[in-house]
């Protein structure tokens, strides 16, 4: 939803592929800002590396930008939803 993404824009403490990621989750997010996919869907849509997308959906629940209800294994449905 748009106003994910403008949340996102003014708030996010992330840079590069990390940005990139969350942009693209509240994109793709619910009005909630519940999403639930794979990482490989989002590996491929981005063309971005499985393990970076992996390695940076950590980064940001770190950050405390991305809260993971569900953090599967690569080719198993993730949810998670945007705390910005």
Do not use: Q
Request: aromatic letters at 8%.
């Amino acid at each position: 939803m748009r106003e994910h993404e403008e949340r996102v824009w003014a708030n996010s403490r992330a840079t590069k592929t990390h940005l990139l990621i969350l942009l693209w989750v509240a994109k793709n997010a619910d009005e909630d800002g519940n999403f639930h996919t794979r990482l490989t869907d989002i590996s491929k849509k981005l063309h971005i590396h499985v393990f970076t997308v992996r390695n940076a959906i950590y980064r940001l629940r770190d950050l405390g930008e991305l809260d993971c209800a569900v953090f599967s294994p690569l080719n198993t449905p993730t949810i998670a939803r945007i705390k910005l």
